[in-house]
Nanobody, 124 residues
Framework: QVQLVESGGGLVQAGGSLRVSCAAS????????MGWFRQAPGKEREFVAD????????NYADSVKGRFAISRDIAKNTVDLQMNSLKPEDTAVYYC?????????????????WGQGTQVTVSS
């Protein structure tokens, strides 16, 4: 069993930066893929980025490409999302997720574990 706990959300002005972090407890195997998703009020949860736990390959949603960067620290069992040039439309609850097997996917159903989420609010 894997538990995920997000931290680092908050309020930031448009154009600013914020870093959210996900701490994983339990054994993260080399086959895992770790992802960040977000959900704005009244909208469906959407893919933001993911990273392979062993190889570190990354994939990003088009809406965040070039602004966000996902990284992982194997020794600390953490996955971070660095968010730069933030826009009001980035406002959402950000969720960390883990997938036990498989390649990159934007499908929420494919993920096995989820954190509780952390609020990110970008003011205009």
């Amino acid at each position: 069993q894997v538990q995920l706990v997000e931290s680092g959300g908050g309020l930031v002005q448009a154009g600013g930066s914020l870093r959210v972090s996900c701490a994983a407890s339990g054994r993260i195997l080399s086959s895992y893929r770790m992802g960040w998703f977000r959900q704005a009020p009244g909208k469906e949860r959407e893919f933001v980025a993911d990273i392979g736990w062993s190889g570190g390959s990354t994939n990003y949603a088009d809406s965040v490409k070039g602004r966000f960067a996902i990284s992982r620290d194997i020794a600390k069992n953490t996955v971070d999302l660095q968010m730069n040039s933030l826009k009001p439309e980035d406002t959402a609850v950000y969720y960390c997720a883990a997938r036990r097997f498989g390649t990159t996917t934007q499908d929420t159903i494919q993920y096995d574990y989820w954190g509780q989420g952390t609020q990110v609010t970008v003011s205009s």
